[in-house]
C-alpha cells in the first residue's frame, strides 16, 4: 500500500499541489454511524487507491487497532484524491472525523484546515444532535457545507415506503438542514450556501450499496432542463429505477448505473470553494491585519511566492520523527529544512521532512505549496494551534486560537499496572495528553496522585488503551466529575503591592460564552477550552520576557484553586490594567512579581461573587413507541430532565438533560432497556450551580 501511496503522490498529486485554483480542502463531517467511514472507502477507491468491492466495508481510514476492534472513527485522517470533473483535474484533500462527541476536538481542528465540509445524514433517523453541532462548528468556521443524505435503502428495505414517501423523507432531511444552516449563517451566506439539487450541493444514495444520484443524474433525464418542475420529475424517475432493483433483489446493479463517488466528488468540487476564493472571507475572520502587509496579502490571496505561514491542527509522537505535525500552508511554500519561527514560542527550527499524509501513510516531498495540507517533522515545542511563519518574517501575527465545543469534564486517578513503573509513566501520559486538546494530565503536589481528564468515559478510556499499545500500562480509578467555579459578574478592579514589591492593577471579567480576543488585544494566555484568558491592557509587558512566563504560571496557578472550593475556575478574564514590575537585580523572586498579580486578580474575582458549578449534558434519544417509557423511566432514575417527546418518521425522539455525573454507564443501560433499539446522542449543555448535598458528592 505504502508504494501505491508514493507512487500516486510522485506522479499525480504533486503535478496539482501548485494549482490552488484547482485543490478543494473538505473535512467529512456527521453523527455518530450515519456512514461517513463507508462513504469515504467509495470516493478513495475512485482514485484507484482501494479495490473497489471491498470499499465501503474496508474502512480504510479507521487504520488505528483501537478503531477497528470497536468500529468506531476516534481520530482525524487525511487522504488526497484526484477528481476529472468538465476535463479538468482536482486535488482533493479529504478529512475524516469521528462522530462521537467525545473526539470533537478533532471534528474542529479538522474544520480550520478545510474549506468545505460533506455532511452526512442518515435518511431515517435525520438531523441528531452531533449533525447540529459539527454543523455549527462548520458555520462557525466559515466552511461550506454540501449534504449526502445516506441510507436511503433503509427507506426502502426496513420502512416499506414507496416512491413518493421515499421522496417526502428526502426532502424533510433537507428542509431540517436547510432551517439548521438558518440559525447559524448570516442572510448573505445562507442564500448562497443554501443545500438542493439545483445547487449541486445535494446528493442522496446508500454508502454501504454504494450508488448514488446528484444534479448530474437529473439532467440526464431531462436533456439538460433545470426548473424544478423538471429536476422533481426526475428525481421521481430515478427512485423508480432504484426502487424496481430493491424489489427484484439486484439492487448491486445499482453502484454500476448510479456510482456514488462521481456525484459526490462533483459535488463537492463543484460546492467547495478553492483556497484561493476560501482564504479571501476566511483569514480576515481568524487573522489579524496587524502584521506585516505582505504577509496578510499572501494570506488572502493564497500566495505560493508569499511568506511562507503554516497552522498546526495535529501533533503525533513518533518513534522514528519524534514529532510528527500536520497543518494547512496558507501562503508560500513549505520547503523541506527551511527554518520556520513558532509565533508563539520565538523558537527557529528546521523540518527534517515534508510531505503529503495518506491515511496512515506518509510520502515525502521537497516542497508543498499553499493550498494543501502537508506533514512536517523534526520541529520541537510545537503543539496544536501553533502558527509557523518564514524565519526571514519580522512582524507577523498567529491564526486566532481554536473554539472547541468540549472540554474536560470528567476526571479519573490513575495507577501503573506494576506499581515499579510509577517513576517511569508521568511523562509519557504528559506528552500523550499535550498532543489532545480535550486531555488533561496533572499531578496532585500534594499527594502524589496522577489525574488525567477528558471530554468523556469513552474519550479516557479510549486514551488509556493508546497509552498500553505505546507500552505504558495504567489502571483507572473511579470516574469523579469536574466540577468547576466561575464569576456570577464582572468583578472589580483591584491593585496590589508596591515598593519595593511589583505592583498590579488586575480586573477579573466574566468571559462571554462566544468571547474572542481583539485583533489589538495583548493575550499573554488563553485556555480556550475553558475560555480563561489573560489579557495585558498595558501592553508593557515582553511576552517573551522571563517575568512574563511568571505573570503566565501565577494566571495558571489562580485558575486551578478557585476561591470557593478550590475547584478550576472557567470563564475568567484577567485584564492587567497596571503593571509596575520590578525586577532590577539578580535577588528579584517569582513571588516578588507575580504575588501582588495573584493577590489582586484573586480578590477581584471575589468581588465577582464566584459560584461551584456542575456539567450537564443534553440528550436526544431515538426509540420505536413500546420503549418510551423505559426510556424516561432510566432518565428519572439519573435525575434528568425530558425536554419534549415528539414523534418522527414512525420513530420517538426524547430530548433531555442529565447531570455528567449521572451519565456513566448511561450507554449500557439504554441498550439494556430498549433491547437495542435505542439511538442516541449527545453534546456538551450548560454548567449549573451545585447544591449543598451535591457538592458533597463525588462519583
Do not use: C, M, N, Y
Given at each position: 500500500m505504502s508504494r501505491l501511496y508514493?507512487?500516486?503522490?510522485?506522479?499525480r498529486v504533486s503535478k496539482l499541489v501548485d494549482s490552488p485554483e484547482r485543490i478543494r480542502l473538505c473535512t467529512v463531517i456527521a453523527h455518530i454511524d450515519h456512514g461517513k467511514t463507508t462513504l469515504t472507502d467509495s470516493l478513495i477507491a475512485a482514485s484507484g487507491l482501494l479495490s473497489k468491492d471491498v470499499a465501503a466495508r474496508a474502512r480504510l481510514m479507521d487504520y488505528d487497532l483501537i478503531e477497528q476492534e470497536r468500529g468506531i472513527t476516534i481520530k482525524a485522517s487525511s487522504i488526497s484524491l484526484i477528481h476529472s470533473m468538465n476535463e479538468e483535474e482536482y486535488l482533493v484533500h479529504l478529512i475524516d472525523t469521528p462522530g462521537h462527541i467525545d473526539f470533537s476536538s478533532h471534528v474542529t481542528r479538522g474544520l480550520r484546515l478545510t474549506d468545505g465540509a460533506l455532511v452526512v445524514v442518515d435518511a431515517i433517523e435525520g438531523i441528531m444532535v452531533q449533525t447540529e453541532t459539527v454543523t455549527r462548528q462548520a458555520a462557525y468556521e466559515l466552511v461550506r457545507p454540501c449534504l449526502f443524505v445516506n441510507k436511503v435503502d433503509r427507506l426502502i428495505t426496513e420502512r416499506r415506503l414507496r416512491r413518493d414517501k421515499v421522496a417526502s423523507e428526502v426532502q424533510r432531511v433537507v428542509r431540517e438542514f436547510n432551517a439548521m444552516l438558518g440559525k447559524y449563517l448570516e442572510a448573505d451566506l445562507l442564500d448562497r450556501w443554501e443545500i438542493s439539487f439545483r445547487r449541486g450541493s445535494l446528493t442522496i444514495g446508500s454508502a454501504l450499496d454504494k450508488w448514488g444520484i446528484g444534479i448530474e443524474t437529473l439532467l440526464q433525464r431531462t436533456d439538460g432542463r433545470d426548473s424544478p418542475r423538471d429536476l422533481a420529475e426526475a428525481f421521481l424517475s430515478v427512485l423508480d429505477d432504484i426502487l424496481s432493483a430493491y424489489y427484484a433483489g439486484d439492487e448491486r446493479r445499482l453502484q454500476d448505473r448510479f456510482p456514488i463517488a462521481p456525484v459526490v466528488l462533483n459535488s463537492l468540487v463543484r460546492t467547495t470553494p478553492s483556497p484561493v476564493e476560501a482564504q479571501s472571507y476566511r483569514v480576515p475572520r481568524f487573522w489579524s491585519p496587524e502584521c506585516d502587509e505582505s504577509v496578510y496579502a499572501a494570506l488572502r490571496t493564497c500566495n505560493p511566492a508569499g511568506p511562507c505561514v503554516v497552522v498546526v491542527a495535529d501533533v503525533r509522537p513518533d518513534r522514528h520523527a519524534g514529532t510528527v505535525s500536520t497543518g494547512r500552508v496558507f501562503s508560500g511554500t513549505l520547503n523541506r529544512?527551511?527554518?520556520?519561527r513558532n509565533l508563539r514560542t520565538g523558537r527557529v527550527s528546521k523540518t527534517l521532512q515534508v510531505g503529503i499524509t495518506m491515511s496512515k501513510i506518509r510520502v515525502a516531498l521537497d516542497t508543498v505549496p499553499c493550498g494543501s495540507l502537508a506533514f512536517l517533522t523534526g520541529l520541537k515545542d510545537i503543539a496544536i494551534g501553533d502558527t509557523l511563519v518564514d524565519a526571514s518574517v519580522e512582524r507577523a501575527a498567529p491564526m486566532m486560537g481554536l473554539q472547541y465545543p468540549t472540554e474536560p469534564v470528567v476526571t479519573y486517578t490513575v495507577e501503573p499496572r506494576v506499581l515499579k513503573d510509577l517513576s517511569k509513566i508521568q511523562q509519557p501520559i504528559a506528552e500523550f495528553a499535550a498532543c489532545d486538546p480535550a486531555l488533561e494530565f496533572s499531578v496532585n503536589p500534594e499527594t502524589g496522585e496522577m489525574l488525567l481528564s477528558g471530554?468523556?468515559?469513552?474519550?479516557?478510556e479510549i486514551a488509556v488503551e493508546k497509552l498500553s499499545h505505546q507500552g505504558v500500562d495504567v489502571v483507572l480509578g473511579r470516574p469523579m466529575v469536574l466540577l468547576k467555579e466561575q464569576m456570577t459578574h464582572d468583578g472589580e478592579a483591584v491593585t496590589r503591592g508596591g515598593p519595593p514589591a511589583s505592583e498590579f492593577t488586575a480586573r477579573a471579567i466574566l468571559t462571554p460564552e462566544d468571547y474572542l480576543p481583539d485583533a489589538e488585544d495583548v493575550v499573554l494566555a488563553a485556555q480556550r477550552h475553558s475560555l480563561n484568558y489573560l489579557i495585558d491592557r498595558t501592553r508593557t509587558v515582553n511576552p517573551h520576557s522571563e517575568e512574563a512566563q511568571w505573570i503566565r504560571e501565577a494566571f495558571s496557578a489562580l485558575i486551578r484553586n478557585g476561591p470557593v472550593a478550590g475547584e478550576r475556575m472557567r470563564r475568567v478574564t484577567i485584564e492587567i490594567?497596571?503593571?509596575?514590575?520590578?525586577?532590577?537585580?539578580?535577588?528579584?523572586?517569582?513571588?516578588?512579581?507575580?504575588?501582588p498579580l495573584l493577590d489582586a486578580a484573586r480578590e477581584s474575582v471575589i468581588t465577582g461573587e464566584p459560584v461551584l458549578l456542575e456539567p450537564w449534558m443534553h440528550l436526544e434519544i431515538t426509540m420505536p413507541e413500546e420503549y418510551v417509557g423505559e426510556v424516561t423511566s432510566v432518565l428519572a432514575r439519573r435525575k434528568g430532565?425530558?425536554?419534549?417527546?415528539?414523534?418522527?418518521r414512525g420513530l420517538y425522539k426524547v430530548e433531555a438533560e442529565i447531570p455528567v455525573r449521572e451519565s456513566f454507564g448511561l450507554a449500557n443501560e439504554l441498550r439494556t432497556a430498549t433491547s437495542g433499539w435505542a439511538t442516541w446522542g449527545a453534546r456538551p449543555g450548560e454548567y449549573r450551580p451545585v447544591t449543598h448535598s451535591e457538592s458533597q458528592r463525588r462519583i
Open positions: 508514493k507512487k500516486f503522490v510522485t506522479e529544512a527551511a527554518p520556520l471530554a468523556g468515559e469513552l474519550h479516557v490594567l497596571r503593571a509596575d514590575i520590578r525586577a532590577a537585580g539578580p535577588e528579584t523572586s517569582w513571588r516578588d512579581v507575580t504575588q430532565r425530558v425536554l419534549s417527546i415528539e414523534t418522527e
